[in-house]
Structure formats: C-alpha cells, structure tokens
C-alpha cells in the first residue's frame, strides 16, 4: 500500500529521509534539501553579493552536488556570485584522471570555468611517485597536506573571494571522532566551524555541513547528476577509514549521532592553560601555516632530500632525522675535498723519473716498478676509495665525475639549491595553486 506524502503534498512518498527518518516524495525532499542549504549558508553569512567563490571539484558526489546546489540557489535567491569549479590533479592513476573527466562534464553542465592544477606542476612529484618512496602507510598525510595548500595556491591564483567545499555532515562528525581518538582536542573548534581561515587568508566555507552524506547521494541520484563513484586506489590504508566505518556502525542504531557528535565538537570547552596553535604565514611559501615553516614545506624538503618520512610525526623526530643528513652531506663533503687533493696532487707529479740507476736520475720511466706506475697505482687505489663513498652515500659514480679544482663551488651552488626548492615549488612568488 502506498505511503502519502508526509508534508501533506498528495503524492505518495518514494523515499524515507535518512536524517529525519520522514517519508515523503521526490519533489519534497529536493525542496526540504535545497532549503536547508540555503538556511545553513544564510545563516552563516558565507558569502556576499558579488563575491567570486571556487567551488573544490573532484567529481565525486560532494562537489557534484555543491557546484549544482549553488548554481540553483544562485539563480533562486540572487546571491550574485561569480563561480568557478578549481581541480586538483594528484597525479593518482586510474583514479583521479577518470575523475577529470567528470570534472569537465560538471564544467559544461553548470556552466563554470574550470581551472585544474597539478601536484608535479606544483611541487613536482606526483602521488604515484610519492607513494613509491614512503609506501601506502603514510601517502594520505602527503596527499591532504599538499592538497589544503594547493587550493589555497588555485584560490590565490583565480583572485577569490572564498573556496566552497564539499565537507558534509558525515566528513565532519569522521574528523571530530578522529582528532578525539588521537587526543588531539585542541582542534575540535576548527574542524567544525562552517568557516575557517585566519585574516590575510582566503577562507573556506562548508555550505554541506549539516547534509548527511546519504541524502547528497539520494539527490544525485533523483537529480540524475553525472559525478564519479570510484575510491582512491590509496584511501583503504587510511586512518580516516576507521573512524568512518565506527560512524557507520553508530549510525544504524542512533541515526542522529552525526549531528550529536558535530554538536559535540562545536561545544566541548577546552582549559584555559592549553595553548592552541595560530594561524601564521610560512617563511618559505609565504601560504597559512600554524608552526614557522609550514608542513608541506617539510614534507617536500624530505623528498627532495631522500628523506620521505621527514614531517611524519613529531617535530622532535624532523629534527633528528634532519640533523643526521647534514652530519652525512658533512662527512661526504669532506671525504670528497681529500680525494681533491690527492687527485690534484697527482696531476702535479712530475713526468721525471725519481729512480735511482747508477747514482742519476733516469730522464724518461722505462721500468716497470718506476715511479710512474706507483703513481699510476695510487689514482686506481683513490679511485677504488671514491667508488667506496660513492656506494655507501647511494650515488652514481659516471665518468662526468671529476674531483678537481673547477668543482671546488659545487656544493655551495646545491645548497642554495636546495634552500630555494620550496620558493619555486609553493609559489612565493605571487600567485600559486
């Protein structure tokens, strides 16, 4: 037997609210959903008339669902926004290259200008190759890090009023349950506030924050959006996949705990002699950072640097493992300067035979024990002690190699290098994504 409509429209309900728990039909449940966004963003004051707002895409429900709500609420209540869709490219194949595709779709469907920036343009490595070097048990922390900032880089580059994010009511309650796991209490106020960012910042707005996340697949799907469905060929090693499959398990029993839980995160009081951290900028990449030199300048620096686990706990460790490579660049520095020298002392030997025949020196070597084979035998020894080093430090030993005296400005020319690596690759310069 058909269920009329709970709202009393006449028509028979086709679906039951997962938040509510309602049953009601398709047309009440678009406007019930589409009106509590609208609330939520009034509410919050999220935008303002004439505002240039990035929505984040990457295809998938969320950003799907965002991008098509604020193009309808636009038009419906004359927000006045000017939006565009930013996309980042992870470089994660079989993953987010299919999704890009769906992000163009969204382009041409809503209407929006599309601007997709990449973590190899950005800092030039890719998640595949990220993922080579640290394993999977690690990646998501690279991935999250780079991915904040470079949408902070696409905001500054498309001159944006704010970024709108596809966090929803799920995401949130999933980070207040992880940061509590970790006893990490001090940031509850952060992630759960509908706005965040630090003045001198673009901030970013959640206008899905109170949406649970079935209610954003059941338009999509009553809507017949196109978005991508496929997960992250690296998210099951992810610690955030344990905090949502205990949401989940609550959920069937006490369907309001999302809300209950976000509630939490948003009034539980902290000590006044805990100190929380402050939203400053990185010395390096000039972009939001709460410690002096931001953590995707560390993360980066580590890579660079063949030391992929640096900025992988605490700051203590970044230390030690930092200052045990500067010991190792030190030794084979040094070690390299000696081999200088005896290679330079070498080339200086004279071509005279210091062999004694008859009480005078011979003009020209002709035996086989003279000085010149000892010589010879001494630069095939040095080299056997250069190939020694070169093995134990993992380098390349080709026959570029040259110790000699041109070579002597090498290692100060790496170094500045190397301090300039996060300049060109966070975009201090300006503008970056």
Known sequence: MPVPC???????????????????????????????????????????????????????????????????????????????????????????????????????????????????????????????????????????????????????????????????????????????????????????????????????????????????????????????????????????GHARALLKDMEKIRPSCIMDIIYSGETMSIKEEVSLPTQRLCIRCNFVSSQEVCKACVLLEGLNKGLPKLGIGKSSKVKKLLDEYNTRQNNLETIVKDLEDCNITNKKTSKTCKSISNGFKQKECNATNCCTNKTERNVEKNNEKLQTVLDKYSLENNSQVRLNEEDSDDSEIKHQDEDDTCSSSCGRLGVGF
């Open 6 to 240: 709970k709202r009393g429209c006449g028509n028979n309900a086709v679906l039951k609210r997962p938040k509510t728990g309602d049953a009601i039909c398709k047309e009440c449940f678009f406007w019930a959903f589409e009106t509590e966004i609208h609330y939520t963003i009034t509410k919050g004051k999220l935008f303002n008339k004439g505002d240039s707002v990035a929505v984040a895409a990457s295809g998938g429900k969320d950003s799907t669902v965002l991008a098509h709500m604020l193009k309808t609420l636009n038009e419906r209540y004359n927000y006045g926004l000017n939006l565009m869709l930013l996309s980042i490219d992870e470089g994660i194949t079989g993953y987010r290259d299919d999704s890009l595709e769906t992000v163009k779709q969204n382009r041409d469907d809503y209407e929006m200008p599309l601007k997709i920036l990449s973590y190899k343009d950005l800092y030039g490595w890719t998640m595949d190759e990220i993922v080579a070097q640290i394993g999977r048990k690690n990646n998501c922390t690279f991935c999250g890090v780079f991915r904040r900032q470079a949408l902070d880089r696409g905001a500054a580059m498309l001159n944006v009023k704010c970024i709108a994010t596809g966090h929803n009511a799920d995401d949130i309650a999933e980070t207040v349950l992880m940061n509590v796991l970790r006893g990490d209490i001090a940031r509850l106020k952060r992630c759960t506030a509908i706005s965040t960012g630090s003045e001198g910042t673009i901030p970013r707005v959640k206008p899905l924050k109170y949406t649970y996340e079935k209610e954003i697949v059941m338009y999509a799907h009553y809507k017949k959006l196109v978005y991508f469905s496929t997960e992250c060929v690296f998210a099951p090693n992810a610690y955030r």
